[in-house]
């Protein structure tokens, strides 16, 4: 699998430097490193979820007991999402901190990713749901930073997009 570790490290490093303590997943290709680190460290708590609408409800919990979490999905998870987001996360003014494997972007090679790909942008903006791409390792630190930052601050979900270009060693 050309996942990158070295990538994924970065990424997860720099998620426990704003704070995060939990993460949720369900297992996904591109967020099998990310998964299996946030397994193995004593110092987090990994939710494996049956669907990932069920992230929203467990990040929703976890803010409010103060404790900062990360949501680590697939876009097509994100789009199966969508409902929780507008009923609990918008409407309760939760703050949502989303990595978002962007399949089906250009490079892809699994023709079932496409559709997913080609609505994630779109669904964000009309969702008014701030993103970004993380698609360089010399930017994942300070973008992971600022999105954390803005979704404290606005106490709205915001998105971080993992790239081919960051999660894929080729």
């Not at 409800?57 to 969508?82: C, E, P, T, Y």
């Amino acid at each position: 699998m050309p996942v990158s570790v070295r990538n994924s490290q970065l990424i997860y490093d720099s998620l426990k430097a704003c704070g995060i303590r939990m993460f949720s997943a369900l297992p996904e290709t591109w967020l099998v490193h990310l998964i299996r680190m946030a397994d193995e460290d004593p110092d987090v708590h990994m939710v494996r979820l049956a669907k990932e609408e069920e992230a929203i409800g467990i990040s929703a919990g976890a803010h409010l007991a103060g404790v900062k979490s990360a949501m680590l999905m697939q876009n097509h998870g994100f789009l199966a999402s969508i409902n929780g987001i507008v009923s609990l996360a918008h409407l309760y003014r939760i703050p949502l901190l989303m990595l978002v494997s962007y399949r089906g972007e250009f490079g892809e090679r699994d023709p079932w990713q496409t559709e997913g790909g080609g609505n994630t942008e779109a669904l964000l903006q009309a969702l008014h749901i701030p993103f970004n791409r993380l698609d360089d390792p010399s930017h994942v630190a300070h973008r992971i930073r600022q999105a954390q930052t803005l979704a404290e601050a606005s106490l709205k979900p915001v998105a971080l997009l993992l790239c081919r270009d960051l999660m894929w060693e080729e």
